[in-house]
């Protein structure tokens, strides 16, 4: 691909062709703002804060819907810029319900940190009007607060591009656009799978996970990254940790597999863990009842029921299928264990089909 050469804030890059002035930027550690975009959904220049200067235009183009050229000098930190974003800031919040101290995502909201970070305390539009959505916590998985809602469409994009659903999108026109499914019916009306993909893109407090919810701040958990039990995929994710339990799963885009991708069993179906169902004690069926033994004793049971199907039958009449849900580990040990220990090729896999 052809190489073009671009200035950014006195540094030059060369960059592929069709790359844009906000991902040139950020290969050379200039961070430019930006609240609707997102690495992995189309750019569509819908908030205005990644605005630059590049010379030779009027106006302050949006970076990232702007592609570089070859020459092409950009400033990402004038004096104007800062003004502008500032205002864009302003102008976000405007409609804003600022109720920063009891939100969810405090600590994790982009608006938050922008605000922040370019000194903007509130709106000087104070007669602007506020939305007064009732909260949506009506489906198990999404809690929607649209009073918080930006419209920068990260979720209608991630809907669209990750989940390949399109359930929801904008509706509305003016200061009554909202986001949301066909009808703008709740979501427990629509078809959503509840993948959570549009919570993992959202920069604000709109869109939370239910089972998260008012259970703490974002910085009091403790991250831990790992694999889906759920399915051989292998999807990553971190499971967010507090006082020793798990208390939800947020995307770890940093996943080599999927990236922010989930489908709902990773991303909500975490919730067994902590079942007071689950078996913590192997059981062995005695006179017709399971009754809890010691593993030695369940590991001898297996082994002589399983020596005497053999011996009376044959390694033939044992066939094993295996799980999706276990590790490489687990299922090369069932497959080695059924022909090397009872004599079979008898073995098989819920997804080998
Ligand atoms: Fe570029 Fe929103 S990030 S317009």
Redesign the pocket.
Known sequence: MALVTVTIDGLTVQVPEGTSV?DAARSIGIN??????DPDLT?????????VEVEGMRNLP????TMVTDGMVVRTDTPQIMEARKTILELLIANHPLDCLSCEKLGDCMLADYCYQYGVKESPFIDAAKHDYELEESNPFIVRDLNKCIL?GRCIRACAEMTCKDIIDFSYRGFNTKVGPFGDTPLIESDCVYCGNCVSVCPTGALTEKQMYGKGRRWEYNKVTTTCPFCGTGCNFDLMVKDGKIAGVTSNPDSPVNGKQLCIKGRFGWDFVHSDKRLTTPLVKKNGEFVPVSWDEAFDTIAANLGEIKEKYGGKSFAALSSARCTNEENYLVQKFTRTVMGTNNVDHCART
């Open positions: 906000l430019i703002p930006a609240l609707c975009h750019p569509v220049g819908a908030c205005r804060l990644c605005v949006a970076s990232c819907v920068c």
